[in-house]
């Protein structure tokens, strides 16, 4: 059965950084679309980046520049380096698999797949 199970996330004070991974099976990783959400409480679930099968990414406005995702499909995992943390970047991350669209989405109805999450907490 497909499985996503995040793993790296935890307590740092602004500024420091993080790196998510996210190990998948029970699919062919390589030929689906990968993304990271995050979900703070009493907030909807935001995309926060995407990559495609061919590599492409895309990012959510708040985290360009300081969040980078890429992908090992020799390992079939999912990576997000998170620089420059921030209080508002307090989460719990999720990664999420899809269908390849020939595009980057950060739209959770575009991915069936799901983890159960990994939380970060930023302090001031």
């Known amino acids: 059965q497909v499985q996503l199970v995040e793993s790296g996330g935890g307590s740092v004070q602004a500024g420091g950084s993080l790196r998510l991974s996210c190990a998948a099976s029970?699919?062919?990783?390589?030929?689906?679309?990968m993304g990271w959400f995050r979900q703070a409480p009493g907030k909807e679930r935001e995309g926060v980046a995407g990559?495609?099968?061919?590599?492409?990414?895309d990012y959510a406005d708040s985290v360009k520049g300081r969040f980078t995702v890429s992908r090992d499909n020799t390992k079939d995992t999912l990576y997000l380096r998170m620089n420059s943390l921030r209080p508002e970047d307090t989460a719990m991350y999720f990664c999420?698999?899809?269908?390849?669209?020939?595009?980057?989405?950060?739209?959770?109805?575009?991915?069936?797949?799901w983890g159960q999450g990994t939380q970060v907490t930023v302090s001031s």
């Open positions: 990559i495609d099968t061919d590599g492409d990414t």
């Open positions: 999420a698999a899809g269908p390849r669209l020939g595009w980057v989405s950060l739209r959770t109805f575009r991915y069936n797949y």
């Open positions: 029970g699919f062919t990783f390589s030929s689906y679309s």
